[in-house]
T-cell receptor, first 112, second 119 residues
Framework: GNSVTQMEGPVTLSEEAFLTINCTYTATGYPSLFWYVQYPGEGLQLLLKATKADDKGSNKGFEATYRKETTSFHLEKGSVQVSDSAVYFCALLYNQGGKLIFGQGTELSVKP | GAVVSQHPSRVICKSGTSVKIECRSLDFQATTMFWYRQFPKKSLMLMATSNEGSKATYEQGVEKDKFLINHASLTLSTLTVTSAHPEDSSFYIC???????????????FGPGTRLTVL
């Protein structure tokens, strides 16, 4: 079936460090891929998305490339800030029913 | 644009009572809304898909008589937790899909969540 696997957290980085959060997926067909961010006590905000192979989504310094050959959508940022501390969810959407399938989430903590 | 609200943001109730949570799309119409449940430090679990004017579609293992969903208008879906018990305590999040032609049909917008505590 369809599934999303993220690297386990928590991930702790110093400010200005490089960030990578791995995400791989299993899906039939050609899903759309998303990264969502959840700040403490809040709902989810869409961070970026990619709808087809080789698309690169980017927003607020974050980026991820839809790699069909490796079934991956890794999230990267060149220089993290304390304000980036949050939980990040990778998700895929397949057309049947329009349901989102979420990874388990990766908690990021950025220290000054 | 594309704002989704939830009310209440927090609710504490006694065991055995029912609690209603509202999900509203404030500036767009949503024929489809989704209800999720999130346990502490866990991912989101889809509970059901709410369709305007028709019955909700529940995911496997979710009791439809326990979690009543009503989607009476294009901007409002409600989730009622009936006869709540402490194990129903959780963070409930809704999302709404913009039905307008100008939007990607894939995009969902999330509410801020409702923290339910059952004593």
């Amino acid at each position: 079936g369809n599934s999303v696997t993220q690297m386990e957290g928590p991930v702790t980085l110093s400010e200005e460090a490089f960030l990578t959060i791995n995400c791989t997926y299993t899906a039939t067909g050609y899903p759309s891929l998303f990264w969502y961010v959840q700040y403490p006590g809040e709902g989810l905000q869409l961070l970026l998305k990619a709808t087809k192979a080789d698309d690169k989504g980017s927003n607020k310094g974050f980026e991820a490339t839809y790699r069909k050959e490796t079934t991956s959508f890794h999230l990267e940022k060149g220089s993290v800030q304390v304000s980036d501390s949050a939980v990040y969810f990778c998700a895929l959407l397949y057309n049947q029913g329009g349901k989102l399938i979420f990874g388990q989430g990766t908690e990021l903590s950025v220290k000054p | 644009g594309a704002v989704v609200s939830q009310h209440p943001s927090r609710v504490i109730c006694k065991s055995g009572t029912s609690v209603k949570i509202e999900c509203r799309s404030l500036d767009f119409q949503a024929t489809t809304m989704f209800w999720y449940r999130q346990f502490p430090k866990k991912s989101l679990m889809l509970m059901a898909t709410s369709n305007e004017g028709s019955k909700a579609t529940y995911e496997q293992g979710v009791e439809k008589d326990k979690f009543l969903i009503n989607h009476a208008s294009l901007t409002l879906s409600t989730l009622t937790v009936t006869s709540a018990h402490p194990e129903d305590s959780s963070f409930y999040i809704c999302s709404a899909r913009d039905s307008s032609s100008g939007r990607s049909v894939n995009e969902q917008f999330f509410g801020p969540g409702t923290r339910l505590t059952v004593l």
